[in-house]
């Protein structure tokens, strides 16, 4: 079992590189850090020219999208498409890992290729996603405001909606 490579020996030390394997073995982070693996080595991977105007954006089921800098890279990369899931694959080892790309338009979304940390960095912006907003109730008084001023309404059942949305989120 691979906890058993990274349990502690009386009078064994054992290196860093040696324990992440093993670790991320046992908590199941190997396909995660695959899958990091292609956005860090991105330049490696499919060279310095192909990296320059693209950049990974997100692995989904063996999907990689990729944004493209410029129309006409977009062109050239879907002839090259299987060639790069093949390079991909070959530089991330076995089991493969990409079966296909997804190419996107935009070029403002791609970070410096020699950067590995920024497009880390990125890649993690976008995939965060805000925190569901909760609704807020008026007070009394403000309901009372926001009921007036929903009377303004003539459809009676527009005008309940109105007032009963406003007061829920304070509006």
């Known amino acids: 079992m691979a906890r058993d490579r990274y349990e502690r020996h009386e009078g064994e030390a054992r290196g ?7 670790l ?6 190997g396909p995660v850090m695959r899958a990091q693996r292609v956005l860090l080595e991105w330049h490696h991977l499919v060279g ?8 990974p954006d997100g692995l989904h089921r063996g999907v990689l ?8 890279w977009m062109q050239e ?4 498409k299987d060639r790069l899931v ?8 076995d089991p493969p890992l990409v079966t296909d790309l997804r190419l996107h ?3 403002g979304r791609l970070v410096a290729a020699d950067d590995p940390v920024a497009q880390l960095r990125a890649w993690m912006r976008r995939r965060q996603r805000p925190a569901p907003r909760r609704p807020t109730p008026a007070g ?11 009377d303004a309404v003539e459809d009676e059942e527009l005008r309940a909606l109105i007032a009963a949305v406003r007061t829920r989120w304070d509006r």
């Open 16 to 22: 860093l590189a040696e324990l992440l394997p093993a």
């Open 24 to 29: 991320a073995e046992v908590h199941g982070l």
């Open 48 to 55: 310095p020219t192909v990296a320059r105007v693209t950049a």
């Open 65 to 72: 999208s990729v944004w493209v800098k410029t129309s006409p």
């Open 77 to 80: 990369l879907r002839a090259m």
């Open 86 to 93: 093949a390079d991909i694959n070959a530089g991330l080892g």
């Open 105 to 107: 338009f935009g070029g």
């Open 140 to 150: 009394p008084e403000r309901a009372q405001t926001i009921a007036a001023e929903a």
